[in-house]
C-alpha cells in the first residue's frame, strides 16, 4: 500500500510543469462569460419599452410637431438612467426585489393596494400589446379575430414551456427591426444638423442669433403637453423598475458586479432613447413635412419607412410592431405575476408546477386571457387603450419612485450607496416632473371627452 | 382563546382602577427568558413618552382591551433593547425559514395562545401565519370588526407554521447572539434543501446563515449552491473562516470555488489551508474546467492489485474518513501504476481471502488529464461507469471523476 501523501506529492510536481497558458486563457473566459450573464436587463427593459404603444407616440409625435419634441429627450434620458439606475442599485445592494422591499418596510396594506394598482396599470399595458398585434396583422389583412387569440396561445406556450433565454434572444435580434427606421431617416435625407440642434433646449436656442432662423420652436399648448406626456408615459414606466430589479435580483448582481449592471442600464437608457430620436427625425422628416399629423393606423406610421422600403413600407413596419407586442406581451404578464406573488407571500415561478403555485399561475393566464379579450371586445377604441394605459403608467410611476426615492436614501438598508444630494435633486424633479405631466395628461383627457 | 398579532394592535389597555393607560403599538419577546413568551406589551399615549407594560402586570387580554393588574405608575418608560424581539418591526412583513418545509415564507400573522399563571396572564406565539387568513386579517383590520374577519376567515384554507420550526433571519451577528437565534435547525437540513433556501434570500442574509453553520455543513452548502452565488459568499466571507469551509470541501469543488476568484483572494485563501489541503487544490486550479483534469477529484481510494479482499475491508475500518460516497476502488500494480477498477459490491459479495486483482473491471478504462470532456461524457455512457479513473503520461493515478461530476457538467 502506497502512502497517500507520497503519490499527491509526485503528482503536484508533475502537475506544475502542465501549460500555464491554459489557466490564464481561462480566466479571460470566465470574465467574458460573466460579463455577458451580467449585461442585459437593462437593455431589455429599455428595448421592451419601444413597444406598441411607444411606437406610435414616437410617430405620432415627429407627425405632429415635427423636430420641436426633440429637445425633451435629454432630459428623457437622464430621469430613465436616474430612476433605472436606484432600482438596479437597490437591487445589487439590499439583494431584494422592489415588491419585497415595499412589503418588509412599509407593511401588507400598503403593498396590497400597490400591487392591486400594478395588476390594473399592466393589464391596461398587456392590452396596448394585444392592440399592437391587431394592428400589426391588420397591415396583412389578417382579422384580429385570429391573430389576437393565436399570439396569445403562442406567448402563454413560450413562456411556460420555452426556454426564457432563447425567447429573450430571439426578441432581442428582431428587434433590429427597428434600425430600419435609422436607415429610412437617413434615406429621407432630413437636416441633420438642425435635427441634432432641437436636442438643445428651444428657449436656450433662440439667444443665439446666428441659428435663430432655423430653430422652430415647440408651441406650448395642451396638445404639446400631452404628446410630452404620452413620451415620458411610454419610455419610463412603472414596471420596468419592477421587472429590472427582480432581474438584478435573479441574476445575483452583488456589490462587485455592480458596475456592470451600472453601464448596463447606461447603456439600455441610451440606446433606447437613440432610438426614439430617429423614430422621431424618420416621420418628422416624411410625414410632418408632407402634411400627415395624425397617425390613425399602422398604415400611416408606416409612411415613414417609404424611403427605406418602398412599398414594402408597410409591411417592414408591420413585422417591428408585430415583434415589440409579442415580446412586450410575453414579459408583462409573467413580471406582473411574479412581482404581485412576491410581495403577497404567495409561490412563484415557472419553474413550479401548476398545483404548487396556483394563483401565480391564474394571474398570468387572466393577464393574457383579458388582455387579449378586451382588446377582441374593443379593438375599434384602439388609441382610447393606447392613451389610457399610458394615463394610468402616469399616476402609479410617481407613486413607485416616491417609494423608490425612500427606500433608496434609507442607510439601514443601502449603507453609504445612498443616493448623493445631486441625484436625489434630479430624482425628485423628475418625479415632480412626472406628477404634473399626469396631471395635464388627465386634465386634457377629459376635457377632449367633455368636448 | 386563541388572539392573532394583528387583533391587539391598537387595543386600550386599562389600569387596576380602571383608568384609560394608552394603547398597545407593539409587543416584544425576550428570547433569552422565554422563547415564545410575549414578555413586554409598548403602550402608546399620544405626545406623552411611551409605556411598556411586563407580562406579569397583564391581568386578561382580549381584542376589545387588556387589563392590568397594578396602577400606571408602576409601569416603566420604554427604553429600546436590542436583545428584544419586536413582533411587528421584526416578524411582521418579514422572511423566515419553514425549517419543516424547506423553504422561505412570509409571516403574514401571529398566533397567540392564552396561559393563566398566578394572578396574571401570559401570552404565549404558537404559530405563524403565512396564508390566506393572516393576510385577509391585515387587509381588513380596523375596516372590518373582527367578528366579521373570523367568520370570512374560517372558510379560507389554514397556512401556518408552529413557531418550533421556525427560523429567524437575522442578518447582523451581534442582535443574533442577543436574540439567541441559532441555526441549528438548519443543520439537520439536507445541504441541498438548505442551498436552495439559501438562494432565495439577500446576500446579507445569505453571509449570516454560512457564518453560523459548523465548517462540514457550510461546505456541504457551498458545493451544492450556484457558481456565482458560491464566489459571492466566499469573497465575503472572513478568509480564515473561508479557509476553514474550503478544507472541509472536496479538493475538486474547492478548486471550483477557487478558480472563480480573483487571483489575490485564491491565493490568500490558499495560504490559509494547511499545506496538503492546498498542494491538492493548487494542482487541479491548473486545469481547464471542460477537460479530465478540471472534472476530477484528487481524494479518491487506491489499493494494491494483490491486497485481498479482508485486508482491504479491515484497511478500510481503520481510516478515520468518511466514506457514504465510495462505490469504486482503484488498483496499482507493483510498479504503481493503475491496473484496473473494483467496484465495492463485488468486494462485498467475493469470499474473504480473494485477491482484489481477480475482481477487476473488465476492460481497464483511464484518460490523461487533458482529455476533452466530450471523451469523459462517451466512456461513462459507453462503459456504463459510476468512476472514471484520471492517469498521468507514467500510469500513475492522478484523480478520479465519479457520475455525479458527470450529472453536474452535464447539468451546467
Known amino acids: ?451 | 382563546m386563541e388572539l392573532y398579532a394583528t387583533e391587539l394592535m391598537g387595543v386600550k389597555t386599562y389600569d387596576d382602577k380602571g383608568n384609560y393607560v394608552g394603547r398597545v403599538r407593539e409587543f416584544f419577546i425576550e428570547p433569552a427568558e422565554a422563547p415564545n413568551r410575549i414578555s413586554h406589551f409598548l403602550l402608546s399615549r399620544g405626545s406623552f413618552q411611551p409605556l411598556v407594560a411586563k407580562h406579569n402586570q397583564i391581568a386578561s387580554v382580549s381584542d376589545k382591551k387588556i387589563q392590568l393588574n397594578v396602577g400606571e405608575k408602576a409601569l416603566e418608560v420604554y427604553q429600546p433593547n436590542e436583545s428584544w424581539l419586536a413582533v411587528q418591526k421584526d416578524l411582521l412583513d418579514q422572511q423566515i425559514i419553514d425549517t419543516r418545509g424547506r423553504k422561505v415564507v412570509r409571516v403574514n400573522d401571529l398566533d397567540l395562545a392564552e396561559q393563566r399563571s398566578n394572578g396574571n396572564v401570559e401570552l404565549r406565539l404558537t404559530q405563524v401565519d403565512v396564508g390566506l387568513p393572516g393576510a385577509v386579517r391585515r387587509l381588513l383590520q380596523g375596516v372590518v370588526p373582527f367578528k366579521m374577519v373570523r367568520k370570512l376567515q374560517s372558510q379560507l384554507p389554514q397556512s401556518s407554521i408552529r413557531w418550533e420550526f421556525v427560523n429567524l433571519i437575522e442578518p447582523d451577528p451581534l442582535r443574533r447572539v442577543k436574540l439567541r437565534i441559532t441555526h441549528e435547525k438548519l443543520e439537520d437540513l439536507h445541504p441541498a434543501d438548505l442551498a436552495d433556501i439559501m438562494e432565495e434570500l439577500s446576500a446579507s442574509e445569505r453571509q449570516s446563515i454560512i457564518a453560523s453553520l459548523d465548517e462540514e455543513t457550510a461546505a456541504a452548502v457551498l458545493g451544492e449552491l450556484d457558481a456565482r452565488l458560491t464566489t459571492q459568499i466566499v469573497e465575503d466571507l472572513d478568509p480564515e473562516k473561508a479557509a476553514d469551509i474550503l478544507e472541509e470541501m472536496a479538493p475538486d469543488a474547492a478548486a471550483d470555488v477557487l478558480a472563480d476568484l480573483s487571483k489575490e483572494t485564491s491565493e490568500e485563501l490558499l495560504e490559509e489551508m494547511p499545506g496538503q489541503e492546498a498542494k491538492e487544490v493548487r494542482g487541479l486550479l491548473e486545469f481547464d474546467p471542460a477537460t479530465a483534469g478540471g472534472m476530477m477529484n484528487t481524494e479518491f481510494v487506491y489499493v494494491s492489485e494483490s491486497a485481498t479482499r479482508d485486508e482491504v475491508l479491515e484497511w478500510l475500518r481503520r481510516q478515520d474518513q468518511n466514506f457514504d460516497q465510495l462505490d469504486t476502488i482503484v488498483l496499482l500494480d507493483e510498479k504503481a501504476q493503475y491496473s484496473g477498477v473494483v467496484p465495492v459490491v463485488r468486494m462485498l459479495l467475493a469470499g474473504p481471502e480473494e485477491h482484489l486483482a481477480a475482481l477487476r473491471m473488465e476492460p481497464p478504462v483511464s484518460l490523461p488529464p487533458q482529455a476533452d470532456e466530450k471523451e469523459v461524457f462517451e466512456l461513462f455512457d459507453k462503459y456504463n461507469l459510476r468512476m472514471l479513473t484520471v492517469v498521468d503520461k507514467d500510469n500513475r493515478p492522478i484523480g478520479a471523476i465519479t457520475v455525479d461530476d458527470v450529472v453536474s457538467h452535464l447539468v451546467k
Request: glycine share 8%.
Open chain 1, 1 to 451: 500500500m502506497w502512502n497517500r501523501a507520497s503519490l499527491a506529492d509526485q503528482w503536484a510536481t508533475w502537475s506544475v510543469r502542465l501549460d500555464r497558458a491554459r489557466s490564464a486563457t481561462r480566466t479571460v473566459r470566465r470574465r467574458v462569460a460573466l460579463f455577458f450573464a451580467i449585461v442585459g436587463p437593462g437593455l431589455i427593459v429599455s428595448n421592451v419599452d419601444n413597444d406598441a404603444g411607444g411606437i406610435y407616440t414616437y410617430a405620432q409625435s415627429g407627425a405632429q410637431f415635427g423636430n420641436t419634441v426633440l429637445w425633451s429627450l435629454i432630459p428623457m434620458t437622464i430621469a430613465l438612467y436616474v430612476s433605472l439606475e436606484m432600482c438596479s442599485r437597490l437591487g445589487a445592494y439590499t439583494g431584494k426585489g422592489l415588491s419585497d422591499l415595499i412589503r418588509e418596510e412599509f407593511g401588507f396594506r400598503v403593498t396590497f393596494f400597490l400591487m392591486a394598482a400594478v395588476l390594473l396599470v399592466n393589464l391596461g399595458n398587456v392590452m396596448a400589446e394585444f392592440t399592437g398585434v391587431f394592428w400589426a396583422t391588420d397591415v396583412f389583412g389578417i382579422s384580429k379575430f385570429i391573430s389576437v387569440p393565436l399570439s396569445a396561445i403562442l406567448v402563454w406556450v413560450l413562456v411556460v414551456h420555452g426556454s426564457a433565454k432563447w425567447v429573450e434572444r430571439i426578441f432581442l435580434t428582431i428587434c433590429m427591426v427597428y434600425f430600419s427606421y435609422v436607415v429610412s431617416a437617413v434615406l429621407a435625407k432630413p437636416d441633420w444638423l438642425i435635427a441634432l440642434l432641437h436636442l438643445l433646449p428651444p428657449h436656450l436656442v433662440r439667444f443665439i442669433p446666428s441659428i435663430r432662423p432655423f430653430a422652430q420652436v415647440p408651441p406650448f399648448n395642451a396638445e404639446y403637453a400631452v404628446i410630452l406626456a404620452g413620451l415620458v408615459g411610454t419610455t419610463i414606466a412603472p414596471w420596468q423598475h419592477f421587472y429590472l430589479q427582480a432581474a438584478v435580483v435573479e441574476k445575483r448582481v452583488g456589490p462587485r458586479q455592480y458596475s456592470h449592471t451600472r453601464n448596463d442600464v447606461l447603456v439600455g437608457s441610451i440606446s433606447c432613447m437613440v432610438i426614439v430620436f430617429f423614430i422621431i427625425v424618420c416621420t418628422a422628416a416624411t410625414l410632418y413635412v408632407s402634411g400627415i399629423h395624425y397617425v390613425d393606423n399602422a398604415g400611416t406610421a408606416a409612411l415613414a419607412l417609404k424611403p427605406l422600403a418602398g412599398r414594402w413600407a408597410s409591411g417592414l413596419f408591420a413585422i417591428g410592431l408585430l415583434n415589440a407586442s409579442i415580446f412586450a406581451a410575453s414579459i408583462l404578464p409573467l413580471s406582473t405575476a411574479y412581482v404581485i406573488c412576491e410581495a403577497l407571500g404567495f409561490e412563484s415561478g415557472i419553474d413550479h408546477k401548476f398545483g404548487e403555485a396556483k394563483i401565480f399561475y391564474s394571474l398570468y393566464t387572466a393577464l393574457i386571457v383579458l388582455g387579449a379579450g378586451l382588446v377582441l371586445l374593443f379593438g375599434g377604441h384602439a388609441k382610447v387603450i393606447l392613451l389610457w394605459s399610458q394615463v394610468l403608467n402616469g399616476f402609479l410611476l410617481p407613486v413607485v419612485l416616491i417609494f423608490l426615492l425612500i427606500l433608496v436614501n434609507r442607510r439601514d438598508l443601502m449603507g453609504d450607496k445612498i443616493n448623493s444630494k445631486g441625484f436625489n435633486w434630479v430624482a425628485w424633479i423628475s418625479t415632480v416632473a412626472m406628477i404634473v405631466l399626469t396631471v395635464v395628461v388627465i386634465y386634457s383627457s377629459f376635457h377632449e371627452m367633455h368636448q
